[in-house]
């Protein structure tokens, strides 16, 4: 199955991409996660991508949009794959039906995260990463039993510097502005479906599975 998953920062699309593409078999290709490894590895791409990240802003379209080109020509990602973060702007959604035009296939289904801002606010205020694994905590929501240590690895977990509130508010700004018309992008081919995204996390996974059902 190839599956975008869309939706405000903090929405918990990082968080559902891990059960979704476990439950789907598929790769979770996260386009925040790649660049985050790229600016802590201090790559071209990494310092490049930096200033915009820390700024709230988006990465040029050229940039991201030729490094997925190259992620989904991996044979992990021939099959199928769940996409956390991209697209994000209109022509971003246009570069990705054209790739997989050109290989003969398609999206199968959009997921779009609903939730409030006060609710991404909370999220995001509170939210932790493992820089081990990767995995996404909340110190309320979700919180480790040792505070500031990944129960999975043992991994130190920090904040993101682009989670601070004057940022968190210019994200929100950008996501209404160049993210929020992919709902129009994809509603027009038939392949939106929206899901409540409140309520325990398991619950939200739950509501994404069973759309998953009942359009494949
Ligand atoms: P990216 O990493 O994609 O950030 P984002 O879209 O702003 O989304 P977040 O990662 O902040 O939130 P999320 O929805 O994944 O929520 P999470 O699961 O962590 O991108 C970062 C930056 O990279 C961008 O700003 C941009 O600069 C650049 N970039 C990336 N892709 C790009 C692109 N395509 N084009 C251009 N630039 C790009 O959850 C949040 C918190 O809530 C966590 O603490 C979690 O534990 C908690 N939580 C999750 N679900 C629940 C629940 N149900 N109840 C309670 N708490 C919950
Ligand atoms: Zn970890």
Request: charged content about 30%; hydrophobic content about 35%.
């Given at each position: 199955?190839?599956?975008?998953?869309?939706?405000?920062?903090?929405?918990?699309?990082g968080?559902?991409?891990?059960?979704?593409?476990?439950?789907?078999?598929?790769?979770?290709i996260?386009t925040?996660?790649?660049f985050?490894?790229?600016?802590?590895?201090?790559?071209?791409?990494g310092?490049?991508?930096?200033r915009?990240?820390?700024?709230?802003?988006?990465?040029p379209?050229?940039v991201t949009?030729?490094?997925?080109?190259?992620?989904?020509t991996?044979?992990?990602?021939?099959?199928?794959?769940l996409?956390?973060?991209?697209?994000?702007?209109?022509p971003?959604?246009?570069?990705?039906d054209k790739?997989?035009?050109?290989?003969?296939?398609s999206?199968?289904?959009?997921?779009e995260?609903i939730?409030?801002?006060?609710e991404?606010?909370?999220?995001?205020?509170?939210?932790?990463?493992?820089?081990?694994?990767?995995?996404?905590?909340?110190?309320?929501f979700?919180?480790?039993?040792?505070?500031?240590?990944?129960?999975?690895?043992g991994?130190?977990?920090?904040?993101?510097?682009?989670?601070?509130?004057?940022?968190?508010?210019?994200?929100?700004?950008?996501?209404?502005?160049?993210t929020?018309?992919l709902?129009?992008?994809?509603?027009?081919?038939?392949?939106l479906?929206?899901?409540?995204?409140?309520?325990?996390?398991?619950?939200?996974?739950?509501?994404?599975?069973?759309a998953?059902?009942?359009?494949s």
């Open positions: 199955m190839r599956l975008v998953l869309v939706g405000p920062p903090g929405a918990g699309k968080t559902q991409a891990e059960y979704i593409a476990a439950h789907l078999s598929v790769p979770k996260s925040g996660d790649i985050r490894a790229n600016v802590t590895q201090a790559t071209p791409l310092l490049e991508a930096k915009y990240m820390d700024a709230g802003g988006l990465v379209d050229e949009i030729n490094m997925v080109r190259e992620r989904l991996e044979p992990d990602a021939t099959d199928g794959f996409l956390d973060g991209f697209p994000r702007t209109v971003q959604a246009e570069a990705l790739m997989l035009g050109d290989s003969g296939v999206l199968d289904l959009v997921l995260l939730v409030d801002n006060d991404v606010i909370r999220r995001l205020s509170g939210r932790r990463n493992c820089r081990g694994c990767t995995k996404i905590w909340h110190v309320e979700d919180a480790p039993s040792r505070e500031g240590v990944c129960d999975r690895c991994g130190v977990l920090y904040q993101r510097d682009d989670d601070k509130p004057e940022t968190v508010a210019e994200r929100l700004r950008v996501y209404a502005r160049d929020s018309p709902v129009e992008h994809y509603g027009g081919q038939g392949k479906v929206g899901i409540d995204a409140t309520g325990p996390v398991e619950d939200v996974t739950e509501r994404a599975i069973d998953l059902r009942s359009y």
